[in-house]
């Protein structure tokens, strides 16, 4: 396994790290204009899955990615199950903003709900302490008005996260954050098909010494290889209620990078490689529920590195 710097934290993160949401399970909740919909990917067993993240460990992943709107808490309980005899080998990640009651979701970046909520993760998780704590996709509104900023600096002070950050969706919003100084780690998504944080995100990371954790890689699991544009998912996971138009556009951008592929490097391990060698990313995060599918991501660090040739093709292909 390789090992990298997350940022300022000075904790040696493995470059692929293991997202915890599908293990949180099926699950179906109410939002605001959605109506009732499936929030996982699919059914799973907690002992296969406490068993996913003990094959991980010994296979030197040491940072683990959960929040509580994952399976409705459900995620982070397994993690606490899981690492209830090995917290001190692990780099833990929750986060904050999102949850729901009685199966209905809800938003709330106030300081007195996020302060309630870190206890309530820290009890599902059996921890007294994460290692990072990160606002899920606040808004740039949240972010103004900075309750939710407020919020992160007494979890830190309190001793109840050793870091704290923000994941984003605007790479603007990371920019300004990293400027500001109140980030230790951003987690945004990117992935070979969807690489815009290159342009000014990771740049400014580079500049401020902030972590960079890599979500969304994959795209939805189109660029495992494993699906395409017919892919049916059951109802319990939550690509069942995206469109055919959606469905097509990864699949055809997935196709179009198959020639990169062969014996000695997968699509999905392209998609791993192709982050990890962007400068500014200190770790991706995988998620699956599948060990299997985790030893293909795990064995990307050990293929032929992407030429320069092969980058600037790359390049075209993402228009």
């Known amino acids: 396994m390789q090992y990298r710097q997350l940022g300022r934290t000075g904790l040696q993160v493995s470059a692929v790290g293991l997202g915890a949401w599908e293990v949180g399970g099926a699950v179906n909740l109410t939002f605001d204009g959605l109506g009732t919909i499936a929030h996982g990917w699919g059914a799973t067993d907690d002992d296969a899955s406490i068993a996913l993240i003990r094959n991980c460990l010994q296979a030197g992943v040491n940072l683990i990615d959960t929040a509580p709107i994952y399976g409705d808490g459900h995620s982070e309980e397994v993690v606490g199950r899981a690492l209830a005899e090995d917290r001190d080998d692990w780099v833990v990640c929750t986060k904050g903003g999102h949850g729901a009651t009685d199966g209905v979701a809800w938003t709330d970046f106030s300081k007195e709900r996020l302060l309630r909520q870190i206890d309530e993760s820290l009890a599902r998780l059996r921890m007294e302490a994460v ?42 919003m990371g920019v300004g954050l990293i400027r500001s100084g109140v980030v230790d780690v951003l987690q945004q998504s990117i992935s070979i098909i969807d690489p815009g944080a290159a342009q000014e995100l990771l740049p400014a990371a580079v500049e401020g010494n902030v972590g960079i954790v890599a979500r969304g890689v994959f795209g939805a699991g189109f660029l495992t290889g494993k699906l395409d544009a017919e892919a049916q998912f059951p109802a319990d996971d939550r690509r069942s209620w995206q469109g055919p138009d959606h469905k097509r556009a990864l699949a055809a951008k997935a196709d179009a990078l198959r020639s990169f592929t062969g014996p000695q490097r997968s699509l999905a391990q392209l998609a791993v490689q192709y982050v990890l060698q962007l400068p500014g990313v200190s770790t991706i995060i995988a998620g699956t529920s599948k060990w299997a599918h985790m030893e293909e991501n795990l064995a990307a660090v050990d293929c032929p590195a992407l030429t320069e040739a092969e980058l600037r093709v790359v390049a075209e292909v993402q228009g």
């Open 131 to 172: 290692d990072v704590y990160l606002l899920h996709n606040p808004s740039a509104e949240d972010i103004q008005r900075g309750e939710c900023l407020e919020a992160l600096e007494r979890i830190r002070a309190q001793g109840k996260a050793r870091f704290v950050g923000v994941s984003i969706g605007p790479n603007e």
